[in-house]
């Protein structure tokens, strides 16, 4: 079943390691591609602290299909303008000095504000999705309002729930994952960003793919991913995206949805970019997580608007 091989993501030796490119692929080849189109030729200097360990080729490998890209990246130039701060722009000013893997493990002191807003968060995890709570009933019929305005919902066990990309007509059988968060950050998507959240769900413009992943299921896996990313089930993030993430939840209560729904976009972007099927779900949500660590990592980044990658929500 797709639900099974979602979820598979949880077991790392499931996840493939073969290479395909990468709308996000590196900072270094992207910024080398657009200077080219811009009829400069520049080298990028190599940022080994994120080397070191790696095996080159599979993270820097761009597709064949280089006209695909190209015209994806020329789009991203046009439109990428958008919001407080340019996309593209930080591209060519922006270095890391920072590791963004998860192999390491940190001891810090939370502020006031970080340890309270870290609780918060972690108790929305321990939150099971429970269809005989009227609210829990209520923000999933939000959830197909926002969705679909001018349908009505026959009822909570329906058919029409397989139009969301729920595995089937009842989704309450889904959420066994993540439980109530995983909901809420589906709802903050629809609420929040709903242009970008139709674009996605109903794939209203751009390129389409042959084989389209069920989109409210993808949403519970990336809602997991975040989760495991984060070390949000320890006391504390011990791992350096955790620690990073922290700071930007002490300046922004949001952050974790905002960053939900900046991964998302980015998962769509990279299924997009790999003309991926079924069978490459767990490696695009694998590139998307090593992403979003590069993202982080990022030394002028002070808060969750500040990520590169948060201006596709206005794409």
Not at 124 to 130: K, N
Not at 143 to 162: H, N, T
Request: proline content about 3%.
């Amino acid at each position: 079943m797709f639900q099974d091989i979602l979820f598979s993501y949880a077991r790392p030796e499931l996840v493939g390691h073969h290479s395909k490119c990468s709308l996000f692929s590196s900072f270094e080849s992207v910024e080398s591609l657009l200077f080219v189109l811009k009829g400069v030729r520049v080298q990028v200097g190599e940022d080994e602290l994120y080397w070191d360990g790696k095996e080159r080729d599979k993270e820097s490998a761009w597709s064949h299909d280089s006209a695909h890209l190209i015209s994806q990246l020329a789009q991203c130039f046009t439109n990428a303008m958008v919001g407080p701060r340019s996309w593209v722009g930080g591209f060519f000013s922006r270095t890391t000095n920072r590791r963004f893997g998860s192999t390491q493990f940190l001891d810090y002191t939370l502020t006031p504000m970080q340890d309270e807003r870290l609780q918060s968060l972690k108790e929305r995890l321990g939150v099971p999705y429970d269809e005989t709570r009227n609210e829990h009933q209520e923000a999933l019929q939000a959830l197909w309002d926002a969705a679909f305005p001018d349908v009505k919902l026959k009822g909570m066990i329906s058919e029409q729930w397989k139009d969301m990309g729920w595995k089937g007509a009842n989704p309450s059988t889904d959420f066994r994952g993540c439980g109530f968060l995983s909901l809420e950050n589906l709802l903050y998507f629809a609420q929040n960003y709903p242009a970008t959240f139709n674009r996605l769900l109903l794939k209203q413009a751009g390129e389409h793919s042959e084989w389209e992943y069920p989109f409210a299921v993808a949403g519970i896996n990336v809602s997991f991913m975040l989760i495991q990313m984060l070390d949000l089930h320890s006391e504390k993030p011990r791992c350096l995206p955790g620690f990073n993430f922290v700071t930007l939840l002490g300046e922004d209560g949001d952050a974790f949805d905002i960053l939900y729904c900046i991964a998302f976009t980015m998962m769509d972007a990279q299924w997009l970019a790999m003309h991926a099927s079924y069978m490459d779900f767990n490696e695009v949500l694998q590139i998307t997580r090593t992403q979003l660590e590069r993202e982080l990592s990022l030394e002028d980044v002070r808060g969750i608007h500040d990520l590169p990658a948060f201006n596709f929500l206005f794409l």
